[in-house]
């Protein structure tokens, strides 16, 4: 009897074998919802080409810039659910279905694998302006109302909805101007027509260390390795400020858990390679490697978060 059901569970396991090709089996596309050479793409091309070495197969990064983002998420959201489509996403995967017209939820449409990286903010300000401290910075603002501009991405950007959330947090008091990217904000920064902004550290760090703009805290919940002698938002008695740009890898939904335990498992490892935390470190961001019911976690609450912040300060999409 033994013997028979030794020779049924091997038949068995190698029929179960038989029926499941080894992924990936071809090329596999890893879509970039924005143009090549930004941070993201960058660091797409720097999992994909380590990724394509463990998998023996091509990884070719697929850039489809559109609609926000939006036109790469539907064309993985669509994608056949067999591992061979990925999608590299960020914040902005999040917010803009809460704001536009959209074909995707990320809850419902995507299997999350890992959060690759997550890049913390620097709340600064004009020297002009005598705040050297967060606390130092509401008064002042409250005390002048109407006065403080503050720069963004852009109507609907992370960095428009992460000061709308400061200012929940703190009832400070600043007007917002939006840009179309920080290039144009960083020219009126200096010149002090636009007194605070949130920018990536990494963008600012040269005017930082020149004294040209005045760092008060960082975004994230801990002190971040660029700026060490500067604390935290949160350090400074702002509650529930924990921020950053982030990026994360997605599948369609449905598809096969090892297949994600797959992908998951060969990216982690890329993450914890000296060569990759050199290319995050010079985008000025830290790996994260989280599983992938830790990201489905955090998109939610993302998700949760800027719905909030989007009610209670009105945005409304251009």
């Known amino acids: ?175 917002h101007v939006p840009y179309k990217g920080m290039g144009g904000a960083y020219v009126d920064m200096l010149a002090g027509r636009i007194q605070a902004a949130f920018p990536s550290i990494i963008s600012v760090l040269p005017h930082l260390k020149t004294g040209k703009l005045r760092a008060l805290a960082v975004s994230s919940a801990q002190r971040s390795p660029s700026l060490p002698d500067t604390p935290s938002v949160q350090e400074t008695g702002v509650p529930d400020f924990d921020v950053s740009q982030w990026y994360g890898l997605f599948a369609p939904a449905g598809t096969p858990r090892p297949v994600i335990d797959r992908v998951h498992r060969e990216v982690v490892d890329i993450l914890k390679t000296a060569d990759m935390q050199k290319r995050m470190a010079g985008d000025g961001a830290e790996g994260v490697g989280n599983s992938p019911a830790e990201f489905a976690a955090y998109v939610k609450a993302e998700t949760a978060r800027w719905s909030e912040v989007i009610k209670k300060s009105n945005i409304r999409a251009d």
């Open 1 to 175: 009897m033994n013997r028979l059901m030794t020779v049924v569970l091997c038949t068995l396991a190698c029929a179960a074998q038989a029926a499941s090709p080894k992924y990936p089996d071809k090329p596999v596309r890893l879509i970039v919802p924005l143009s090549a050479g930004g941070g993201m793409d960058t660091i797409a091309r720097a999992v994909a080409t380590p990724l394509a070495e463990k998998f023996g197969q091509t990884v070719v990064v697929d850039n489809r810039s559109g609609g926000g983002g939006a036109i790469g998420a539907e064309l993985t959201k669509d994608a056949p659910k067999d591992g061979h489509t990925l999608l590299m996403a960020s914040a902005t995967f999040v917010i803009h279905p809460l704001l536009y017209p959209a074909r995707y939820v990320p809850t419902r449409d995507y299997a999350t694998i890992t959060q690759v990286t997550r890049q913390p903010y620097v709340l600064m300000v004009h020297p002009g302006i005598p705040a050297k401290t967060v606390k130092e910075l509401v008064a002042y603002t409250k005390a002048n109302p109407n006065k403080i501009n503050y720069a963004s991405a852009g109507q609907g950007s992370l960095i428009h909805l992460m000061t709308e959330l400061f200012k929940v947090r703190t009832g400070a008091d600043m007007n």
